[in-house]
């Protein structure tokens, strides 16, 4: 399987064809992700094939947007078994990737180690320094999309979306979800302050 191929293939898709409006749903969110997998991969010890197909549906995990604004999962899953047997992966090869990248659905749903890194990678913001950057390109993403008006209904489904996430992988549970945590109880302390 020619990775570097596969890889530079839907790095240039998604810089060409992912609309203006994904502030969120970018290559730099891509890039991230693809970022955050080999960390937590190398913590929890995760290497060889499975690592190199979990930096593929971490790259192509997101690639669905290119095409439709729903089911981007499902999207993405086209895409990857039309493009990747053209750089040599075989159908059970393909078949695990779409695996890792339906496992992101909200709500996650990983039933392996690669899947749950792969989960963990794609929303390993909510547990860094950096989250309130990226969570504006979120709320100005929902925002062009007519999914949110208000900070106040931003900040009103964070906090649902907080409380409700999980980490799956023992790196981000002691990493992120203390950082998380406190990130929570500040988004609470500001709805309390607006009177909600």
């Not at 947007?65 to 053209?86: K, M, R, T, Y």
């Not at 659905?105 to 039933?111: L, V």
């Not at 950096?130 to 709320?139: E, S």
């Not at 949110?148 to 489904?157: A, D, Q, S, V, Y």
Request: net charge negative; charged share 25%.
């Amino acid at each position: 399987m020619d990775t570097r191929a596969a890889k530079a293939y839907v790095l240039k898709r998604l810089k060409e064809e992912l609309p203006t409006e994904r502030s969120y749903h970018s290559l730099g969110h891509t890039l991230d992700v693809y970022a955050s997998v080999i960390d937590i991969a190398l913590n929890e010890g995760l290497e060889g094939e499975d690592l190199e197909l979990l930096k593929i549906a971490a790259l192509y995990h997101d690639c669905g947007f290119v095409v439709n604004n729903d089911s981007h999962e499902e999207v993405g899953c086209s895409i990857v078994s039309e493009q990747l047997p053209g750089f040599g992966f075989s159908t059970v090869q393909i078949e695990r990737i779409c695996a890792m990248i339906r496992a992101t659905k909200i709500p996650q749903s990983p039933q392996d180690l690669p899947a749950r890194i792969l989960c963990d990678a794609d929303l390993d913001y909510l547990g860094r320094g950096d989250f309130k950057q990226i969570g504006d390109t979120l709320f100005a993403e929902m925002q062009a999309y007519g999914h949110l008006r208000t900070e106040m209904e931003w900040n009103t489904l964070q906090v649902g979306f907080l409380t409700q996430h999980r980490y799956f992988t023992r790196t981000n549970i002691e990493l992120r979800e203390p950082v998380k945590q406190a990130h929570l109880a500040k988004v609470k302390a500001w709805l309390a302050d607006k009177g909600q």
